[in-house]
Nanobody, 120 residues
Framework: VQLQASGGGLVQAGGSLRLSCAAS????????MGWFRQTPGNQRELVAT???????NYADSLKGRFTITIDNAKKMVFLQMNSLKPEDAAVYYCNADIRTRRVDGFRIFWGQGTKVTVSS
C-alpha cells in the first residue's frame, strides 16, 4: 500500500491550498483517512480525519478554515485549507486505516508528507 500526498507549496498568509492524497496498492477496504501535520521539534498533530461514510473530525483550532473530503471510488482524501496563517506552516501527512485483505485486520498507513509554507 502506498499513500501519495501532493499539493503543498508556498502561499501568502490569508491564501488557500488544497492537499490531495491517493492510496494505491493492495486495498480491500479503507475505513477512514486523515491529515496530520508536524513542525520541527514537535510531535505530529491531528488536523482532520474522515470516515468512508463521511463522518469528520477536526482539530478544534482548525474548524471553519480547513475542510476534509473523501472520494471513496478514487481512494483519495483532500484537505482544503483557507485563510492560512504562518502557524499553519508544517509538513502535512496523510494516513489511512486500511484492510489489505478480507482476512486481515485494519492497519494505519502513512504518506510521505507534503510541505506547506505560509509567508507573512
Amino acid at each position: 500500500v502506498q499513500l501519495q500526498a501532493s499539493g503543498g507549496g508556498l502561499v501568502q498568509a490569508g491564501g488557500s491550498l488544497r492537499l490531495s492524497c491517493a492510496a494505491s496498492g493492495s486495498i480491500f477496504v479503507i475505513r477512514d483517512m486523515g491529515w496530520f501535520r508536524q513542525t520541527p521539534g514537535n510531535q505530529r498533530e491531528l488536523v482532520a480525519t474522515i470516515s468512508s461514510s463521511g463522518t469528520t473530525n477536526y482539530a478544534d483550532s482548525l474548524k471553519g478554515r480547513f475542510t476534509i473530503t473523501i472520494d471513496n471510488a478514487k481512494k483519495m482524501v483532500f484537505l482544503q485549507m483557507n485563510s492560512l496563517k504562518p502557524e499553519d506552516a508544517a509538513v502535512y501527512y496523510c494516513n489511512a486505516d486500511i484492510r489489505t485483505r478480507r482476512v486481515d485486520g485494519f492497519r494505519i498507513f502513512w504518506g510521505q508528507g507534503t510541505k506547506v509554507t505560509v509567508s507573512s
